[in-house]
């Protein structure tokens, strides 16, 4: 099984910067794409960002030129830098990535931006 557990949220102001992070247990890191998604009050949860086994990167259109997907493989944690935020990014983080057709989640880390 796969264990993904988020941390770095927190509260911020308007134009800060805050960085997440997921660290994983139970599988081979390195051979899965991990994400990041959101989900704000009321609202469907959404993909922000996504790192390839490789390195490879994409991002929401919301967060493009803001938000940095990255993953260190031997550290087994995948990274979400998240600077210049807006009171719209409030939001609860998840870490997610998928094994073997399995979808797996972490409990989430909450983020709040003021204005």
């Known amino acids: 099984q796969v264990q993904l557990v988020e941390s770095g949220g927190g509260l911020v102001q308007a134009g800060g910067s805050l960085r997440l992070s997921c660290a994983a247990s139970?599988?081979?890191?390195?051979?899965?794409?991990m994400d990041w998604y959101r989900q704000a009050p009321g609202k469907q949860r959404e993909l922000v960002a996504t790192?390839?086994?490789?390195?490879?990167?994409n991002y929401a259109d919301s967060v493009k030129g803001r938000f940095t997907i990255s993953r260190d493989n031997a550290r087994n944690t995948v990274y979400l830098q998240m600077d210049s935020l807006k009171p719209e990014d409030t939001a609860d983080y998840y870490c997610?990535?998928?094994?073997?057709?399995?979808?797996?989640w972490g409990k989430g880390t909450l983020v709040t931006v003021s204005s």
């Open positions: 997610h990535t998928t094994r073997l057709g399995v979808e797996h």
């Open positions: 139970g599988s081979i890191f390195s051979f899965y794409k």
């Open positions: 790192v390839s086994t490789g390195g490879n990167t």
